[in-house]
């Protein structure tokens, strides 16, 4: 039966932050991630999970200015430094939180003549956070994002990840695939999951266009999530959208997701 995981940085945002464990549990589910916890206390954290039953599923190295327009952390050479500090901040919370995997963004880069430079800075990197992760029993993701939402994002493709991946070549190192990013490249997300299903190690959804809730845009999920549950992969997948109303309402799609899945098997 498939697993479905709240991103508690997109939904349940209705309610202030140490509540969203209790509403995401409310909700059905057994498990959380979040993209960037580190304004809260880690103990805070571990205590919302604990208290409410919730396995902590992934969150994220620290990207510095990613999401504000910048170019992250991961990929700029400058910043190798800051990288390994943001690795040593992650490395703390997950002793505790003790994450399936952590994900690594790759990041911007805005000056295209830098690009194999970054390309290489991040493909090290990766590197060290994984032997880092890997020491704490913990995987280590890294995805590729669309750059229609996000120019210059220097991962954006399915073949990249597949060609880094088989670069680095690490036991505990895999993908994050996100059906959303890789619908809005125009890729074929069925045909990829068919394929390369072994090589993920975290799955995320979101519908296409607009990043809703399934149901809300051209992604056929009866199919995916068929997929998925008649395949070898035993991971989570990871509800990232924003809801097109309220968070509550924007669940009408888990009842039927979780059918299918147990129809499946």
């Known amino acids: 039966m498939l697993r479905f995981s709240a ?33 809260l206390p880690v103990k805070q954290l571990q205590n919302a999970l604990q208290s409410n039953g919730l396995q902590l599923v992934l969150f994220n190295v620290d990207a510095d200015n990613l999401l504000h327009g910048g170019e992250g ?25 003790q994450p399936v995997a952590i994900n690594v963004l790759s990041g911007r880069c805005l000056d295209k003549n830098r690009l194999t ?26 995805e590729a994002i669309n750059s229609v939402d996000m120019p210059g994002f220097i991962v954006d493709s399915s073949q990249q990840m597949l ?20 619908t809005r490249m ?47 992969y035993k991971g989570w997948l990871g509800a990232e959208y924003n809801p097109t109303t309220d968070s509550h309402s924007s669940f009408n799609w888990l009842a039927a997701a979780t059918q299918t899945s147990a129809a499946v098997l």
């Open 117 to 142: 430079t970054y390309l290489d800075t991040f493909k090290h990197n990766l590197r060290y956070a994984t032997e880092v992760f890997a020491e704490l029993g913990i995987n280590t993701v890294f």
């Open 186 to 232: 125009g890729e074929n997300c069925l045909a990829f999951l068919q394929t390369h299903m072994d090589k993920i190690t975290h799955i995320q959804f979101a519908d296409c266009p607009g990043r809703g809730e399934p149901g809300t845009g051209d992604i056929d999920f009866a199919n995916i999530f068929a997929c998925i549950a008649q395949s070898t």
């Open 163 to 182: 060609e880094i991946l088989t670069e680095i070549n690490h036991p505990r190192l895999g993908l994050q695939y996100d059906i959303y990013h890789m």
């Open 7 to 39: 991103n508690l940085s997109l939904l349940l945002t209705e309610y202030a932050w140490l509540e969203r464990f209790a509403a995401a549990k409310q909700q059905g589910f057994q498990a959380v991630e979040i993209q960037f916890p580190y304004h």
């Open 73 to 97: 952390l991961a990929a700029v050479p400058e910043k190798q430094a800051e990288f390994k500090q943001a690795v040593a901040q992650t490395a703390a919370y997950a002793e505790l939180l």
